[in-house]
C-alpha cells in the first residue's frame, strides 16, 4: 500500500462510465479512499474514482436515482434502505466504534458522573444520540431529567462552541473529538478524552468495544452485474484499513483534500475509529444486536424490523 497518494489511477475502457465509491464525510474515508488507490481495485474497477457525499440528502437521492452503485454509509441508514425495498445491501464494517465524551478534566469517569451536568452534542434522534442515550439509560440516568442535554446542529457546530466554553462536556464522533482535542491544545486549553462509549457499549452487551457503525453498501444491481467488483472492494478495504493503521500520516495525506480537513486531524483521528474490516455476514451478529439496540428507542431507524439474510454479502 505504499506510495498510494502518487499512484496514477488506470484509465477507463473507451465509452464506460467510470465507477465512483462513495465515501461518508468523516475519518473512516481514509480507507475507502486508499482501497479506490490501490492496484488491486484499479485492477478491477480501471479508472474508478473516489468521493465523498456530503449530506443524507445526497445519499438519499444517489441511492433511489441508481447513481451510487458503491458507498460508504452507516450500517442502520443501509439497513433502512434495504427495509424500504431500495435494494441497498451491506458489503462489510469498517469502523468499530467513533463516539466520545470528551471533557475539560478527569472528573468525568464514568456515565454516572454525568449526572447533573450540560452536555452539548449534535445529530439529535439520529444513532450517536440514541447511542448517548441508551448508555445513560443503562447507567441508570433519565437523559431528560437527571442531565442536560443541549442539541446543535452538527459537530462542526458543536467544536468551537464547547471549546469557547458552552456545556460540562461535548459528545463528538471522529473526527470532530481530534478537531477539538488539537485547537484545544493551540489554544492552550484543557481537554481530554473522558469516555470512550464503544467501550461502555461493549460492555454492556459483553461482545466487546464493538458498535457496527459504518462499512460499505451497494446496489443490488451492481452486486448482481459486477460481483468481482464487489469482492476486490472488500479485499481492498481490508488491505486499506491496515495500511491506515500502521501508516497514519500518509493516510491523512491521502484523504484530507477530499474531506477538507487538515491532515494532522484526520491521521491523529484514525487511532480513535476502531479499524477493523469484516464482512457484512461475519459482522451479521454484531449489526443485528446493535440494530435491536438502537429499536428499542427508534424502531423507525431502520424501517421497524430487522433486515434479512439477503441484506448481508459475504
Sequence with gaps: MAGLAALPLAAPARGAEPLTLWGIPGTPSAVFAGAVASER????????????????????????????RLFASSTYAAANFFNRGAGTRMINVVTWGVLHVMARDDRIRSIADLAGRRVLLSNKNEAPDLLFRMVLGWA?????????????????EAVPLFLAGRGDVALLHEPAATTAQIRAEREGLPMIRALDIAEIYGRHTGRGPRIPQVGLAVSAEFLDSAPEVVAAAHAACIEAADWAQAEP?????????????????????????????????????????????????????????LPDADFYWG
Design 41 to 68: 481495485f484499479q485492477r478491477a474497477a480501471p479508472g474508478a474514482r473516489f468521493e465523498i457525499w456530503k449530506s443524507t440528502d445526497q445519499l438519499r437521492a444517489g441511492i433511489a436515482s441508481g447513481a451510487f
Design 140 to 156: 441508570g440516568l433519565d437523559p431528560d431529567r437527571d442531565l442536560r442535554l443541549d442539541y446543535v446542529g452538527s459537530p462542526g
Design 249 to 305: 500520516v500518509a493516510a491523512g495525506a491521502l484523504a484530507a483534500p477530499h474531506l477538507g480537513l487538515a491532515p494532522e486531524i484526520v491521521a491523529r483521528s484514525l487511532p480513535f475509529v476502531r479499524l477493523g474490516v469484516a464482512s457484512a455476514r461475519q459482522a451479521q451478529q454484531d449489526i443485528e444486536t446493535y440494530f435491536q439496540h438502537l429499536m428499542t428507542l427508534a424502531p423507525g431507524i431502520v424501517a421497524n424490523r
